[in-house]
T-cell receptor
Framework: DQQVKQNSPSLSVQEGRISILNCDYT??????FLWYKKYPAEGPTFLIS?????DKNEDGRFTVFLNKSAKHLSLHIVPSQPGDSAVYFC????????????FGAGTRLFVKA | EAGVAQSPRYKIIEKRQSVAFWCNPI?????LYWYQQILGQGPKLLIQ????????DSQLPKDRFSAERLKGVDSTLKIQPAKLEDSAVYLC??????????????FGPGTRLLVL
């Protein structure tokens, strides 16, 4: 039962262009959504989050959009940089991020110089 | 601020053997999580502690896995006996609640386990 799905295993983008990573979820009870970034041999690092009462949250080059009616969220990276090359995990949780956190399988982003 | 510490970083054992992993969370973080990440998948929550009490262990295979968090600080996760399918990265994370009522988890580097 995959409650959080990232359907694209990988994505390749040219440096300077926009990267869009997508995530779908099935449980309408999730109230908090997060994106994590992971480099090889390291643990995931928190990137950006959004509460279910919002539809957009922006932090520098990173913006997360939430469409609750479609149960879909996306992460936009503008402009993309080679250092952004990593695996990105979408996660959803209850209780403001503190309970029942479920991760997607991840999308590997390649940013070409 | 020191991050989440885990040891060992790598472990190779044979099936039916036992293994233990250690985690020291960020100072002051009341909540501690253990995740299992199998190759090609996202992290799967095994157990969540709030101080030294268990909040959620619904996905912990209790016939072989056990975890404890004595004194509400560091934690150990044990597998006894190990199976081939336990080969994975075991991630520890900790969190604290912000003023906005939200929690962000901070992960350690993980322990990579290979069961032969």
């Amino acid at each position: 039962d995959q409650q959080v799905k990232q359907n694209s295993p990988s994505l390749s983008v040219q440096e300077g262009r926009i990267s869009i990573l997508n995530c779908d979820y099935t449980n309408s009870m999730f109230d908090y959504f997060l994106w994590y970034k992971k480099y090889p041999a390291e643990g995931p690092t928190f990137l950006i989050s959004i509460s279910s009462i919002k539809d957009k949250n922006e932090d520098g080059r990173f913006t997360v959009f939430l469409n609750k009616s479609a149960k879909h969220l996306s992460l936009h990276i503008v402009p993309s940089q080679p250092g952004d090359s990593a695996v990105y995990f979408c996660a959803a949780s209850l209780g403001g991020g503190g309970f029942k956190t479920i991760f997607g399988a991840g999308t590997r982003l390649f940013v070409k110089a | 601020e020191a991050g989440v510490a885990q040891s060992p970083r790598y472990k190779i054992i044979e099936k039916r053997q036992s293994v233990a992993f250690w985690c020291n969370p960020i100072s002051g973080h009341a909540t501690l999580y253990w995740y299992q990440q199998i190759l090609g998948q996202g992290p799967k929550l095994l157990i969540q502690f709030q101080n030294n009490g268990v909040v959620d262990d619904s996905q912990l295979p209790k016939d072989r896995f056990s975890a404890e968090r004595l004194k509400g600080v560091d934690s150990t996760l044990k597998i006894q006996p190990a199976k081939l399918e336990d080969s994975a990265v075991y991630l520890c994370a900790s969190s604290s609640r912000t003023g906005g009522g939200q929690e962000t988890q901070y992960f350690g580097p993980g322990t990579r386990l290979l069961v032969l």
